[in-house]
């Protein structure tokens, strides 16, 4: 398999020719288990026997996937990753599947998830915070470039590398906008305007979720929160924000802006994209050409004693997880691509 991979902060295009089979992939420690719609799959540390370098290999049982409806996103992840090239988005080498289970051969990013950083500090500081807005908006504004709405912005998906740059990982729930999508999503007489022109449709979610993930990350709680998802959705809807006193008067505005219900006015959706959220008065001090050349100088750089190193993450004992029968033939169709 031969890739493109720019390496790390040289930022210069290096092919690489990674000729790797499930054989020379060594499990060495499970250090976390994919969560959200439930546990079909874990991430394994493994090492490349020939080049001694890490990788995560992130491995799906084959019925999991399918008992929990997970088809879609799990090609949906395939697909957005493979076209992806990102220094803020985490590398997909590799994808295989056997009659077990599927396969994706990721890049190890060791520094651990922004949410334990975040919960063990309660909250940034608003430069802190103002770091991780400005890759993570660089990050968005690529996607979104490609017609890709990534649509599950949250610290649990937000990792570090060992300098401290972010790298987003867990495309899931990430989706290409492509013609298919509004055609076959309405009906042609009831498309709202915004399908119908493609502009900006559902690229509007992203923004949305950054004005909650910057609230979070400078408040240390999200701005609607509830016991119950059905008390969240209504604090939603009603769009009743109450932030605490410390906070930045121009970061209170960049959120309000960003949590605008009716997305055609919500920043970074409007004509002029990510361009006005790069102008925001919050934003005033960053030199945007140099946020994806990995200039800015991280906040929290991890404590990283190898590139193997797991301490970062959390980590599970070896168990049984891989005496499972095979997957009838039929089921193996559904994935006859990955
Ligand atoms: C927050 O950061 C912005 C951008 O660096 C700066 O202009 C502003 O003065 C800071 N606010 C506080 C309260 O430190």
Not at 77 to 92: I, S
Not at 175 to 198: D, F, H, M, N
Not at 257 to 271: C, Q, S
Not at 275 to 285: A, E, I, L, P, T
Request: aromatic share 14%; charged share 30%.
């Amino acid at each position: 398999l031969i890739c493109p991979y720019i390496l790390g902060s040289l930022w210069k295009k290096k092919v690489f020719n990674i000729d790797f089979w499930i054989g020379a992939i060594l499990l060495m420690s499970i250090f976390h288990i994919v969560s959200g719609t439930g546990t079909f799959g874990r991430v394994f540390l493994v090492k490349d026997k020939k080049t001694r370098g890490f990788f995560a290999l992130k491995a799906m049982k084959i019925p999991d996937v399918i008992r929990l409806k997970q088809e879609q996103h799990v090609h949906n992840e395939k697909e957005v990753l493979t076209e992806v090239n990102h220094p803020f988005l985490v590398r997909l080498f590799w994808t295989h599947h056997d009659d077990r289970f599927l396969y994706m051969l990721m890049e190890y990013v060791n520094g651990g998830e922004l949410f334990s950083y975040l919960r063990s500090r309660g909250r940034f500081s608003n430069s802190t915070g103002m770091f991780y807005s400005a890759e993570i908006v660089c990050a968005i504004e690529y996607l979104h470039s490609k017609e890709i709405v990534y649509r599950d912005l949250k610290p649990e998906n937000i990792l570090l590398d060992n300098e401290g740059h972010i790298r987003l990982t867990d495309f899931g729930f990430a989706k290409k906008l492509s013609e298919r999508t509004w055609t076959l999503c309405g009906t042609p007489e009831y498309l709202a305007p915004e399908v119908i022109q493609s502009k900006g449709h559902g690229r509007a979610v992203d923004w949305w979720a950054l004005g909650i993930l910057i609230f979070e990350m400078l408040a240390g709680y999200p701005p609607f929160f509830d016991d119950n998802p059905f008390g969240i959705y209504q604090k939603i809807l009603a769009g009743k924000l109450e932030f605490p006193r410390h906070l930045d008067f121009y970061v209170k505005d960049l959120i309000k802006k960003f949590l605008v219900i009716d997305r055609a006015r919500r920043l970074g959706n409007m004509k002029n994209g990510a361009d006005d959220v790069k102008k925001h008065r919050w934003f005033k001090s960053v030199d945007w050409d140099s946020v994806p050349c990995r200039k800015l100088k991280p906040p929290i750089v991890p404590k990283v004693s190898h590139e193997g190193d797991t301490s970062n993450f959390d980590t599970y004992p070896e168990d049984e997880w891989k005496k499972d029968t095979p997957v009838p033939a039929k089921d193996l169709e559904i994935f006859k691509d990955f």
